[in-house]
């Protein structure tokens, strides 16, 4: 299989391995990334190559496996490797898929930064219905218990599937034990959970808790970063609304929200991806940190590499278990795409389909979900397939022999996918930014806001009122 890569941009804070989102070497929007050298080779062409644009190296490893267990497939791959970092990827993608031609892509990915942009925004019209692949949506959707959310965001204006995930990346509350126990005198994921809310849709809880670990000398997490994903899809719209800037009441509560966390010591003011967030991951920051909001790949390839140890008694590994968190989230995730004017439309359906509804043993998920993919013993992940889950073990040492999938199933239903827009990935970091001066005391709230809103103005083809 011959492969092009443009260029493969690695995390500078973590491994090539243990990058977030996924399990290979993706890491989140918000994570920074060193450039490498490109390299290139001549790309393969003709009517048994199927051609793939991806931003990591992770879903062409996962079709190198799918033409490794199907030896009559029939086809090769020829992968262009794009990173998301500098905002490389899009232009190269959307370039590519304007052009047509020989070389266009048959199969591209996105991720949910700015997945909507390919599924119901401006780059729409290039996604191929999953039907049209020669894939039952509807009853392998259903067979498969695929949450909502992932389909919600992977459905066209028209009501057509066109993207599914891999992955399933609803969010838990991940939290040290010894602390649990230190300050509520268990740390049983049922009783914690109640103890911050769980499923209450309200962050009074979350705060009392707060208060009860500060006393004790404890953060309840590291910065306000660590709560912003559940805010942010627990509001009811998204950042556009009839093309208008729309600041929903529940995303102006973070300005409210993180002023709290910050006024009373809660956390130790630390930005995600940096490195005093990974030091609270060992337990080296100012104060000890209760916990992280995350999804399993955050225990995967973020706190796992980053706690101080490989094995139990190490750091502040086996230290942690999961409960179900105050408000319904996700974060990251990776879709997978067909244009619809590629003439290889079967054969990238059943690539598609092993990869994202194949319920099967012999499926991508099944491996994904039980750390097979590359033989035994391999990193375990949460998967979009709920009867996947169901049928795997997902039990980890990290976890101190907790099975994960007891709490991020159920995370992935009450997960909201609804309230994304394509220019989440900048109007995220335009209010984070504002925020941030606003506790800071930078600014008062009001000048954070319209300044927020300028920002917006000023850089987005967006009304604002």
């Known amino acids: 299989m011959k492969k092009k890569l443009l260029s493969i941009l690695l995390s500078a804070a973590m491994t090539a391995t243990l990058l977030a989102g996924c399990g290979s070497s993706a890491a989140p929007a918000e994570a920074p990334a060193a450039e490498e050298a490109p390299a290139a080779d001549a790309a393969a062409t003709g009517d048994n190559v199927i051609n793939l644009y991806a931003f990591t190296d992770e879903v062409p490893k996962m079709v190198d496996k799918f033409i490794e267990t199907h030896p009559d497939f029939g086809y090769t791959v020829n992968s262009t490797i794009v990173a998301t970092t500098d905002g490389a990827y899009q232009p190269a993608l959307d370039q590519a898929l304007a052009s047509g031609g020989a070389e266009a892509p048959d199969m591209y990915c996105a991720e949910a930064a700015f997945v909507l942009k390919y599924t119901q925004g401006d780059a729409a019209q290039y996604a191929a219905p999953y039907e049209d692949l020669g894939i039952d949506v509807a009853k392998e959707v259903k067979d498969a218990d695929i949450a909502q959310y992932t389909v919600d965001i992977g459905t066209n ?40 809310g769980a499923g209450t849709n309200s962050w009074d809880d979350f705060f009392a808790a707060a208060k009860d670990l500060k006393a004790k000398g404890y953060g309840i997490v590291s910065g306000d970063g660590d709560i912003w994903h559940a805010v942010e899809n627990s509001s009811d719209k998204g950042w556009i609304v009839d093309g208008a800037l729309n600041i929903d009441p529940k995303r102006e509560n973070f300005l409210d929200l993180s002023k709290e966390l910050m006024d009373n010591g809660y956390h130790n003011d630390t930005q995600d991806w940096q490195d005093a967030w990974f030091a609270d991951m060992k337990g080296e920051g100012a104060q000890e940190i209760f916990g992280f909001f995350g999804p399993a790949w955050l225990i995967n390839y973020t706190l796992a590499p980053n706690c101080g140890g490989e094995a139990v008694g190490e750091g502040t590994y086996g230290d942690w278990a999961i409960c179900e968190p105050p408000i319904g989230f996700f974060w990251g995730g990776t879709w997978v795409l067909a244009s619809k004017d590629s003439p290889k439309k079967e054969a990238v359906g059943q690539i598609i389909d092993w990869i994202t509804l194949n319920c099967t043993k ?27 889950m169901a049928m795997s073990d997902g039990s980890l040492d990290f976890l101190g022999g907790q099975n994960m999938f007891d709490v991020f199933v159920p995370a992935n239903q009450y997960a909201n996918g609804t309230n994304l827009t394509q220019y989440d990935e900048t109007i995220n970091q335009y209010w984070r930014d504002a925020v941030r001066e606003y506790t800071a005391g930078n600014k008062d709230r009001e000048t954070a806001i319209a300044d927020f809103k ?12």
């Open 157 to 196: 204006p028209d009501g057509k599937l066109v993207a599914l995930g891999y992955q399933a990346t609803g969010g838990a509350f991940i939290y040290r034990r010894s602390i649990a126990k230190d300050v509520f005198g268990t740390d049983d994921p049922a009783e914690i959970g109640k103890k911050i």
């Open 362 to 388: 012999d499926g991508l998920q099944y491996m994904w979900a039980n750390g097979t993919f590359n033989g035994e013993g391999g990193t375990k992940d949460c998967v979009a397939s709920g009867t996947v």
């Open 454 to 465: 300028t920002n917006v103005g000023d850089n987005l083809d967006v009304t604002v009122d």
